[in-house]
């Protein structure tokens, strides 16, 4: 079935095309809901708004209302009425919104002509301004500066404003400038105030710009908010959020550096850290008189995706920060918890509008509320636009190791790349990117070619039948067939190299990526290439009872890994379990070459294959561990690891359990724009198993699913979690995958031990998830 090839075929050509998005028009619905009923449900899991300040605002200071008229966010829906989409309607993308498609999941129009990309700028600007960012008011036509004063600073210039603008000049903005000696034209270098914090500007001024600062951000950095009298003065005409204001504000100290001579209107740039990088980009994004913009770690609402911060990533949620920061982003976008992936606009589009000016896309890969993965995948969805317009030296990447505030050399970098922008240096930037990975670069590497057509066409309903035809009526007949299903999961994984376990790892990196915070009477031992956690008390008993332990498999915690595991591992402890975590390959303290070379090293081998591998020798080190029952070894997971369970203990006999956790949706009846990534998930997107990307609009000829995998665990204790509305699976399917294992378990006379659990909820591993799966663990225990 695989032929090496030295060209890809017409059929390959044709699949690549398919992976950028053209033909993704069908949306399936697998509900008939209302949208009353989809807010409905939505109310059901979103908590009780916050009637407090969050915890970094302001002593002393009431929390932000979500508008003028609007004290809270169900205060807004009550008085607006306003519902969420036909989400049923809303196209299934498995990728990130092309910037290069109008009208994507339907007339799906390729942009080829600069009339195109105009009217397809103003969509996605449209669609930004009603989902996220709110509408600004046009720009002041009455925009005045009042000097305050004028101090000589050593050989420079610090010049304080006042600029009042708007409805009967009510509106005003604070603006400092710092200006370095000589006539200019100058360039200028902008960024929000924060008490205390002049290097940033004194860096700029170094290098021969002009230092400008403005007081429209969050009052916690020492200076009032401008800003904040904005929103009653446009109300109720313009809706703009907080975010959106501070951005707003910026183009207004851009209309006075205008008036100046001194000023080089061609070079203009805009910086900010966090909240205030989501200001930078959305200000660049409206405002072409910003010519390039380096937004700093902004993570959700800036430089990653929305659809890559949901529960699965482990991230900064959009719920979690329109629930925390209600008034910070349009209201509206709440309305999308749990449809993420529905999103017709994200952050990419936002990238793609400030095209051809210069954009850098800079934040620390370990940070705890980012995706390092995810801004990979904007920065090649917004690099389209870039290169359509002839301007792809434009546009940059700078995951940097460290912390979420860059440091000064850090500053010299994003510096450099103004200069570059600008004309005024050579220093290029590296565009070094750690998740370097796309199915055509495996199929290069690889030279694999699989032919989809010479599969059989398969659904879920065939357990039950042997090899022969005949059905399979006692467990000899079903171990049988176990062989069978075993060899073709192999396939799936690649080709692994002979190897035992790697032994006993140390890492450095453990420590800055971040280990699990858990209860102070737990202890942690390495072991292998993690951590094994047991209750202190038991690990100083001598003739202690030996344990029954848990391997739990985290989420696509790109930037984190294990590091957010513990009230996981402190649940499962408390149960009366010891615990094994370690960051999978690709992520946390292993998402460094490690995995960026992975398939240059093992191009016929998978990622999948590895962490399955990873698995079985943690297996091997906990057999022979002293305070380890080797006969009660288990295996939990969430997203990614429920998956990577599911292999698992399919191929290992001496996993005695699993937890599989929103682990997976049948494979053969995921077709494109069924579920939020679909089968594109395992070899487009993430590089898990390549394999797969063969079978893309084949998928009933994919050689195995997961009814298979489920089945062979077999009767031994299998406990799903499935959520009924969880966009990365369909339910229906799911539970139609499960009733047909049932079968397989009834031969056992061994039912009981297969158990479907249903909450009313999207993906994600909730509290009532977690109550759940430690009480059902428990129940294996005694």
Same mark, same amino acid.
């Given at each position: 079935?695989?032929?090496?090839?030295?060209?890809?075929?017409?059929?390959?050509?044709?699949?690549?095309? $398919?992976?950028?998005?053209? @033909?993704?028009?069908?949306?399936?619905?697998?509900?008939?809901?209302?949208?009353?009923?989809?807010?409905?449900?939505?109310?059901?899991?979103?908590?009780?708004?916050?009637?407090?300040?969050?915890?970094?605002?302001?002593?002393?200071?009431?929390?932000?209302?979500?508008? /003028?008229?609007?004290?809270?966010?169900?205060?807004?829906?009550?008085?607006?009425?306003?519902?969420?989409?036909?989400?049923?309607?809303?196209?299934?993308?498995?990728? $990130?919104?092309?910037?290069?498609?109008?009208?994507?999941?339907?007339?799906?129009? /390729?942009?080829?002509?600069?009339?195109?990309?105009?009217?397809?700028?103003?969509?996605?600007?449209?669609?930004?301004?009603?989902?996220?960012?709110?509408?600004?008011? /046009?720009?002041?036509?009455?925009?005045?500066?009042?000097?305050? =004063?004028?101090?000589?600073?050593?050989?420079?210039?610090?010049?304080?404003?006042?600029?009042?603008?708007?409805?009967?000049?009510?509106?005003?903005?604070?603006?400092?400038?710092?200006?370095?000696?000589?006539?200019?034209? @100058?360039?200028?270098?902008?960024?929000?105030?924060?008490?205390?914090?002049?290097?940033?500007?004194?860096?700029?001024?170094?290098?021969?710009?002009?230092?400008?600062?403005?007081?429209?951000?969050?009052?916690?950095?020492?200076?009032?908010?401008?800003?904040?009298?904005?929103?009653?003065?446009?109300?109720?005409?313009?809706?703009?959020?907080?975010?959106?204001?501070?951005?707003?504000?910026?183009?207004?100290?851009?209309?006075?550096?205008?008036?100046?001579?001194?000023?080089?209107?061609?070079?203009?740039?805009?910086?900010?850290?966090?909240?205030?990088?989501?200001?930078? $980009?959305?200000?660049?994004?409206?405002?072409?008189?910003?010519?390039?913009?380096?937004?700093?770690?902004?993570?959700?609402?800036?430089?990653?995706?929305?659809?890559?911060?949901?529960?699965?990533?482990?991230?900064?949620?959009?719920?979690?920060?329109?629930?925390?920061?209600?008034?910070? $982003?349009?209201?509206?976008?709440?309305?999308?918890?749990?449809?993420?992936?529905?999103?017709?606009?994200?952050?990419?589009?936002?990238?793609?509008?400030?095209?051809?000016?210069? !954009?850098?896309?800079?934040?620390?890969?370990?940070?705890?509320?980012?995706?390092?993965?995810?801004?990979?995948?904007?920065?090649?969805? %917004?690099?389209?636009?870039?290169?359509?317009?002839?301007?792809?030296?434009?546009?940059?990447?700078?995951?940097?190791?460290?912390?979420? %505030?860059?440091?000064?050399?850090?500053?010299?970098?994003?510096?450099? @790349?103004?200069?570059?922008?600008?004309?005024?240096?050579?220093?290029?930037?590296?565009?070094?990117?750690?998740? *370097?990975?796309?199915?055509?670069?495996?199929?290069?590497?690889?030279?694999?070619?699989?032919?989809?057509?010479?599969?059989?066409?398969?659904?879920?309903?065939?357990?039950?039948?042997?090899?022969?035809?005949?059905?399979?009526?006692?467990?000899?007949?079903?171990?049988?067939?176990?062989?069978?299903?075993?060899?073709?999961?192999?396939?799936?994984?690649?080709?692994?190299?002979?190897?035992?376990?790697?032994?006993?790892?140390?890492?450095?990196?453990?420590?800055?990526?971040?280990?699990?915070?858990?209860?102070?009477?737990?202890?942690?031992? /390495? !072991?292998?290439?993690?951590?094994?956690?047991?209750?202190?008390?038991?690990?100083?008993?001598?003739?202690?009872?030996?344990?029954?332990?848990?391997?739990?498999?985290?989420?696509?915690?790109? =930037?984190?890994?294990?590091?957010?595991?513990?009230?996981?591992? =402190?649940?499962?402890?408390?149960?009366? @379990? %010891?615990?094994?975590?370690?960051?999978?390959?690709?992520?946390?303290?292993?998402?460094?070459?490690?995995?960026?070379?992975?398939? *240059?090293?093992?191009?016929?081998?998978?990622?999948?294959?590895?962490?399955?591998?990873?698995?079985?020798?943690?297996?091997?080190?906990?057999?022979?561990?002293?305070?380890?029952?080797?006969?009660?070894?288990?295996?939990?997971?969430?997203?990614?690891?429920?998956?990577?369970?599911?292999?698992?203990?399919?191929? *290992?006999?001496?996993?005695?359990?699993?937890?599989?956790?929103?682990?997976?949706?049948?494979?053969?009846?995921?077709?494109?724009?069924?579920?939020?990534?679909?089968?594109?998930?395992?070899?487009?997107?993430?590089?898990?198993?390549?394999?797969?990307?063969?079978?893309?609009?084949?998928?009933?000829?994919?050689?195995?699913?997961?009814?298979?995998?489920?089945?062979?665990?077999?009767?031994?204790?299998?406990?799903?979690?499935?959520?009924?509305?969880?966009?990365?699976?369909?339910?229906?399917?799911?539970?139609?995958?499960?009733?047909?294992?049932?079968?397989?378990?009834?031969?056992?006379?061994?039912?009981?031990?297969?158990?479907?659990?249903?909450?009313? *909820?999207?993906?994600?591993?909730?509290?009532?998830?977690?109550?759940?799966?430690?009480?059902?663990?428990?129940?294996?225990?005694?």
């Amino acid at each position: 079935m695989i032929q090496s090839m030295k060209k890809i075929s017409t059929y390959l050509i044709a699949l690549s095309f $398919l992976c950028n998005g053209y @033909f993704f028009k069908i949306s399936y619905a697998q509900e008939d809901l209302t949208r009353e009923q989809y807010l409905e449900r939505l109310m059901q899991v979103t908590p009780e708004d916050l009637t407090e300040p969050s915890g970094d605002q302001l002593p002393g200071t009431a929390p932000a209302r979500v508008s /003028p008229e609007d004290f809270l966010w169900r205060d807004w829906l009550t008085r607006t009425g306003e519902l969420p989409p036909d989400f049923d309607e809303l196209p299934s993308l498995p990728f $990130l919104p092309d910037p290069l498609i109008i009208d994507e999941g339907g007339q799906n129009i /390729p942009v080829k002509t600069i009339s195109q990309w105009q009217s397809k700028r103003e969509e996605m600007k449209t669609l930004a301004q009603h989902w996220i960012t709110g509408t600004p008011p /046009p720009a002041p036509d009455n925009l005045t500066a009042e000097l305050l =004063s004028e101090n000589k600073i050593g050989p420079l210039i610090e010049r304080n404003l006042l600029l009042k603008f708007g409805p009967g000049k009510k509106a005003q903005l604070h603006v400092t400038l710092l200006i370095p000696p000589g006539e200019g034209p @100058f360039p200028v270098f902008i960024c929000p105030w924060k008490k205390d914090r002049y290097d940033w500007v004194q860096a700029a001024v170094r290098r021969g710009y002009i230092g400008c600062r403005f007081t429209a951000t969050d009052p916690k950095y020492g200076y009032p908010d401008d800003s904040e009298a904005y929103e009653e003065i446009y109300w109720p005409e313009y809706d703009f959020s907080t975010l959106m204001r501070w951005g707003w504000a910026a183009s207004r100290t851009i209309d006075y550096l205008y008036t100046l001579n001194e000023v080089n209107r061609e070079q203009i740039a805009l910086t900010g850290l966090s909240r205030n990088g989501k200001m930078a $980009l959305w200000a660049a994004a409206y405002d072409e008189r910003i010519k390039a913009v380096v937004p700093v770690s902004g993570g959700t609402g800036g430089e990653n995706p929305f659809r890559y911060t949901t529960d699965k990533y482990n991230s900064e949620t959009l719920s979690l920060l329109t629930w925390a920061r209600p008034h910070w $982003l349009h209201p509206r976008l709440r309305l999308f918890t749990g449809w993420e992936s529905k999103l017709p606009v994200d952050q990419n589009s936002l990238m793609a509008l400030v095209a051809p000016r210069g !954009l850098m896309l800079t934040s620390s890969v370990t940070e705890s509320a980012g995706n390092p993965w995810g801004i990979e995948q904007a920065y090649h969805s %917004a690099r389209k636009a870039y290169e359509f317009l002839g301007a792809g030296d434009k546009i940059a990447i700078d995951l940097r190791q460290g912390l979420h %505030a860059p440091s000064m050399r850090d500053m010299e970098r994003y510096l450099d @790349f103004f200069d570059y922008v600008f004309e005024r240096g050579t220093i290029k930037p590296d565009n070094h990117l750690f998740y *370097d990975y796309s199915f055509s670069k495996w199929l290069d590497l690889s030279g694999e070619m699989i032919d989809p057509l010479t599969y059989p066409a398969k659904g879920i309903n065939d357990l039950m039948l042997a090899h022969n035809g005949l059905n399979i009526q006692d467990t000899m007949a079903w171990k049988k067939k176990v062989i069978e299903i075993r060899q073709r999961i192999k396939w799936g994984l690649g080709e692994e190299p002979a190897s035992i376990g790697p032994g006993q790892q140390s890492d450095y990196l453990h420590e800055v990526v971040g280990l699990p915070s858990v209860a102070p009477d737990i202890e942690r031992q /390495p !072991l292998s290439l993690g951590y094994l956690y047991l209750p202190a008390e038991h690990s100083r008993e001598q003739n202690a009872e030996k344990l029954p332990v848990v391997i739990y498999l985290h989420e696509y915690a790109y =930037s984190t890994g294990i590091a957010k595991s513990g009230d996981v591992i =402190s649940g499962f402890v408390k149960a009366g @379990f %010891a615990v094994y975590v370690s960051d999978q390959i690709g992520f946390g303290s292993r998402l460094f070459e490690e995995s960026r070379l992975f398939y *240059d090293r093992f191009p016929h081998w998978s990622k999948m294959g590895r962490m399955v591998a990873d698995v079985r020798w943690t297996v091997d080190a906990l057999s022979t561990h002293e305070m380890i029952d080797a006969s009660k070894i288990f295996v939990a997971g969430y997203s990614l690891g429920g998956m990577v369970g599911l292999y698992s203990t399919a191929l *290992d006999d001496r996993i005695a359990g699993l937890v599989s956790i929103c682990g997976f949706t049948p494979m053969r009846s995921n077709t494109p724009g069924k579920t939020a990534e679909g089968i594109y998930a395992y070899s487009h997107l993430h590089g898990l198993l390549p394999r797969l990307g063969f079978f893309v609009q084949n998928e009933d000829r994919i050689p195995y699913d997961f009814h298979e995998m489920l089945s062979v665990i077999a009767p031994r204790p299998l406990l799903i979690v499935a959520p009924t509305w969880d966009q990365y699976a369909s339910f229906p399917d799911v539970k139609h995958c499960v009733d047909e294992v049932k079968k397989v378990f009834q031969l056992y006379n061994q039912e009981d031990h297969l158990e479907l659990f249903i909450p009313e *909820d999207y993906n994600r591993f909730s509290g009532k998830m977690q109550e759940k799966v430690f009480g059902w663990m428990k129940s294996l225990n005694q």
